[in-house]
Nanobody, 118 residues
Framework: VQLVESGGGLVQAGDSLRLSCTASGSTFTFRKMGWYRQTPGKQRELVADIMSGAVSANYADSVKGRFTISRDNAKNTMYLQMNSLKPEDTAVYYC????????????WGQGTQVTVSS
């Protein structure tokens, strides 16, 4: 299974970005998918995650009201719409897929850099 993120870049504070994560090599729908982010010297933190039904989502307090997670199971793709970006949102954003199917699975993408200038 491979997860590939795209959509990162350099933007100014207040701008928007949309990240995408496309999965390949899987024959089933991932139970849970999520976006995490990491900055140098800090632990990777959850930004948002969403269950396979694409209805139930969970957000970090720091992004509530600004970010929206969604997924299109038919396209094996997950999105993160990021609005009103702040410099503190600068990080490498990682896509994750996890669940349990004949054993636990936990897949990660390679990450995409998001840089927000003030």
């Amino acid at each position: 299974v491979q997860l590939v993120e795209s959509g990162g870049g350099l933007v100014q504070a207040g701008d928007s970005l949309r990240l995408s994560c496309t999965a390949s090599g899987s024959t089933f729908t991932f139970r849970k998918m999520g976006w995490y982010r990491q900055t140098p010297g800090k632990q990777r933190e959850l930004v948002a995650d969403i269950m396979s039904g694409a209805v139930s989502a969970n957000y970090a307090d720091s992004v509530k009201g600004r970010f929206t997670i969604s997924r299109d199971n038919a396209k094996n793709t997950m999105y993160l719409q990021m609005n009103s970006l702040k410099p503190e949102d600068t990080a490498v954003y990682y896509c994750n897929a996890r669940g349990n199917r004949a054993g636990p699975y936990d897949y990660w993408g390679q990450g995409t850099q998001v840089t927000v200038s003030s």
